[in-house]
């Protein structure tokens, strides 16, 4: 790889309307009937793209915009703005910018939440905090093509305990027709459906073990014709070869006799159990470039039968084995990819789900995916939206100078940024005006805490 690098500073001024002309495509979709909300639009995605963390209303209002806190929270938490069809649009866009045949690739995240307020915070696995915790989850589809990614999809998880309880699911402005449970792999499959209807033209379905160990779900995308590469557990089973099926027969004259079929002469295998056998045929391969260099693995791939409610499906899967150079660990998938499909192509795609990743974490860090101050579905559904659409930017921006900086990161296009929107100058009499409002919040968040305090220890007395 050749080193090239043209960028000038007319280059980058050239981009300093970039971000209002870009924003100015998607105006109609902040139009209510009765307000145009374009303007706070506008400035709530510099405050997620210019601060570089505590990217609260708040802050935004104090270090970005001339926008007060107050306004900036109607936008998200209460303006009836359509976030569903920017969505779509988003998507479309992400296509249009990274070009078709990519992949779709399902993940999800968690964010810590204090109290229980929060529309669908409740102890559930935070993979942030990897634990159980207090926590919101959403789960995340992404588009990703020749090595860039944007998310183009989200859906808020909802807990049992809070879909038992539709007066709380009201109370945070869930609609009825969301007040029904859905596990997160019921999600994703309704995120891919929503792709397929907005046209996203992706080749495959890339996941995780989360949603490749529910085989009801391999089995429906095969049922549409659609290609997946899931990720599995280690102790998943399958069988090498197809085994008899049927009803078994009656042992002795006693009992009912069966009729449920089963498997009636062999025994399924746990994939991990294939590494101690010579049934491998191992390749070291390159499957993408890295800021340190390259990353190569061993891949090995093999045809097998895959298990549906205790039955094998009559339809062999690849079975595809990557194992880390450096650690030995070995990661499972099963994929539906057409049986002549070259090692090196299922090894790319195996290890698609690298950029779902990069780009939620990159949506966190670059414009503040995790950190918002709203606590019901609105604007849950308005802030990741908006943050989608600050990321398709940073994207859009990246391209408009790639070719004078083939290297520039996503980071560098928010830097960039940076110097072309410089945040608010504060005056002496600004900074007066802050802590005089951080000082009454903290004044009335203490007479909160005292007032609990005082009515506690009545309590206690009392008994």
């Known amino acids: 790889m050749s080193f090239s690098y043209e960028l000038t500073v007319e280059d980058i001024q050239a981009q300093a309307e970039a971000l209002v002309e870009f924003h100015s495509q998607y105006t109609p979709f902040f139009q209510t009937k009765t307000r145009d909300n374009g303007n706070q639009a506008l400035e709530y995605m510099k405050g997620q793209l210019l601060l570089k963390s505590k990217r609260n209303m708040s802050q935004m209002a104090t270090e970005v915009t ?80 020749a090595g860039q990614t944007s998310l ?118 746990e994939v991990r159990a294939l590494l101690e056998t010579e049934q491998l045929s191992w390749s070291v391969l390159k499957v993408r470039d890295t800021a340190r260099g390259e990353l190569w693995i061993r891949f090995a791939a093999l045809r097998v039968y895959r298990l549906d409610d205790e039955l094998p499906v009559a339809q062999p899967v690849w079975l595809c084995l990557r194992q880390e150079l450096d650690s030995g660990e070995c990661k499972f998938a099963f994929s539906n990819a057409p049986v002549n499909s070259p090692i090196k192509i299922l090894a790319d795609k195996m290890c698609t789900r690298y950029w779902v990743e990069r780009a939620i974490e990159d949506a966190k860090g670059l414009a503040g995916l995790d950190e918002y101050q709203v606590i019901g579905w609105r604007g849950w559904h308005h802030h990741m939206t908006m943050t989608m659409l600050a990321m398709l930017f940073l994207l859009t921006l990246r391209k408009n100078l790639v070719l004078q900086a ?39 968040s203490r007479n909160s805490r005292l007032k609990k305090q005082r009515k506690q220890l009545q309590m206690h007395h009392f008994h």
């Open 66 to 145: 001339d926008i007060n806190e107050q306004a900036l929270s109607h936008f998200t938490s209460t303006s009836p703005w359509d976030d569903t069809s920017l969505t779509v649009q988003i998507g479309q866009d992400a296509v249009a910018l990274l070009g078709s045949g990519g992949a779709l690739i399902l993940d999800e995240s968690g964010c810590p939440k204090q109290g229980d307020k929060s529309v669908g915070v409740a102890r559930q696995y935070c993979g942030r905090l990897g634990k159980v915790d207090n926590c919101q989850v959403g789960v995340f589809v992404a588009y990703a093509k």
């Open 152 to 269: 183009i999809d989200k859906r808020l998880y909802l807990p049992q305990e809070w879909t038992d309880d539709p007066d709380r699911c009201r109370q945070a402005g869930v609609p009825e027709a969301e007040i029904v449970f859905r596990k997160k792999s019921e999600l994703g499959l309704e995120l891919i459906w929503q792709a397929r209807k907005n046209q996203i033209p992706f080749e495959f379905v890339d996941m995780d073990a989360h949603y490749g160990q529910q085989a009801w779900l391999l089995s429906h995308l095969e049922r549409e014709n659609l290609e997946y590469m899931a990720e599995i557990p280690s102790d998943t089973r399958v069988y090498r070869e197809y085994p008899a099926v049927g009803i078994p027969e009656r042992k002795g004259t006693r009992g009912r006799r069966p009729s449920k079929t089963r498997v009636l002469n062999d025994q399924p295998l």
């Open 406 to 444: 083939p290297m520039l990161t996503l980071q560098d296009a928010k830097q960039i940024l940076e110097i072309l929107l410089p945040k608010k100058s504060l005056t002496l009499e600004d900074v007066v005006k802050i802590i005089d409002k951080k000082h009454w919040n903290r004044y009335c």
